[in-house]
Each structure stands twice: as C-alpha cells, then as structure tokens.
C-alpha cells in the first residue's frame, strides 16, 4: 500500500471510529454527519468522499473482497457450503479482531431500523461477491444457481451465529458459534 492509501485508509477508518463512538453515545438518529466530520477532525466533505451515506459509516467494511478472496484459496474439491462456511469464519475472525468495534457495529445495525435495512444490501453485496468468486465468469445458470443458494444459506446462518454473539456481549468463542450454527444447519461440523 503506498503513502497515499495508507493515509486515505487511517483517514476512513478514524472517520468510522468516531462515528460508531457517536452514535453509541448518542444515539444514531441525534447524531449528524457534521458532528462525525468535527469529531473526525475533518470537514463534511471529506466524510462524504470516503462515506456516501450515513449509513455507511457503521456499515463498510472490506469483508466482500476478503471473502472472495479467501473462497478462491479453498480446494475447489471441497463441497459448496463447506468452502462458505470456512470462508465466513475465518474472514469474520479476521475482521472482528478489535471486538468493541465490531459489537458496536453489530448492536448499532440491531437497534437501528434504516441500518437493518441496509444490512440486508451488504449480505446481499457478499453473496454476490462470493458467487462471482466461486464461478469465476462462469455463465452456466446451474452453476450460478449452486453457488448462489450455498452463499445465500451459510450467510444466513452466520449472521444468526453474529446476533449471539453480540447478545451476549462477545464472550462466547465466536469460531465455536460459527461451528455450532453450521452444524446445527447443516447436519455435521464444517
């Protein structure tokens, strides 16, 4: 990553930093953009360049790319759902690494009408990254249709796993939840 990447990635992330700070003091709805640039250190605008919408700010992260990335690592031998699951988990792992953070994010799109919304265009987002990821420009409909159905499936089944998670504080093993769930699911440990 060069210089100006990298500062363009601190920037981002101290912007969604103190947004996420804000709005769990707060509150979402009472909390403006203005106040996320001023906290932030920046102007509105430049919240605007790295943050389209409000939403944004509690909702982007990089997990579609690292998803489709890690899927592709995968031995292509391996079933459909199983290559998913191991690809949300250790992605979910990766990401999840500052745990306040990301329970504060998780409680945010929780309690938040307009971030539950939108969450559910982020899943969508990820199932469509790992659909491409997994058929590879393929144009075969049952192919598509396959990989589409496993996504849509273990993303489902994460996101239940994640709510437990975040009810209960982030203290139960989030692996071990993961594995729990997809058992539970699918009828053997992944």
């Known amino acids: 990553m060069n210089l100006r990447a990298r500062r363009r990635s601190e920037t981002r992330h101290t912007i969604q930093r103190q947004a996420i700070r804000l709005f769990m003091d707060r509150g979402y709805d009472a909390t403006t953009v203005n106040d996320v640039a001023e ?28 998803a489709a990335a890690t899927v592709t690592e995968l031995p292509a031998d391996e079933p ?29 799109m929780i309690a938040t009408e307009a971030l539950r919304a939108r969450h559910l265009d982020s899943q969508y987002a990820t199932q469509e990254a790992l659909v491409a990821a997994l058929t590879g420009g393929s144009e075969d409909p049952a192919t598509e249709f396959q990989a589409r159905a496993a996504a849509s499936a273990c993303l489902g089944v994460a996101h239940i796993a994640l709510l437990r998670w975040a009810a209960e504080d982030g203290e139960p093993d989030l692996r071990t939840l993961f594995e729990e769930a997809f058992t539970a699911t699918f009828g053997h440990p992944l």
């Open 39 to 66: 906290a932030a250190g920046v102007s509105a605008m430049t919240v605007y360049r790295h943050f389209a919408t409000k939403e944004d700010l509690v909702l982007y992260d990089e997990f579609d790319q690292q």
């Open 80 to 108: 459909l759902v199983v290559r998913i699951a191991r690809t949300l988990t250790k992605t979910y792992e990766d990401a999840i690494a500052d745990k306040e953070f990301h329970l504060a994010r998780l409680r945010l």
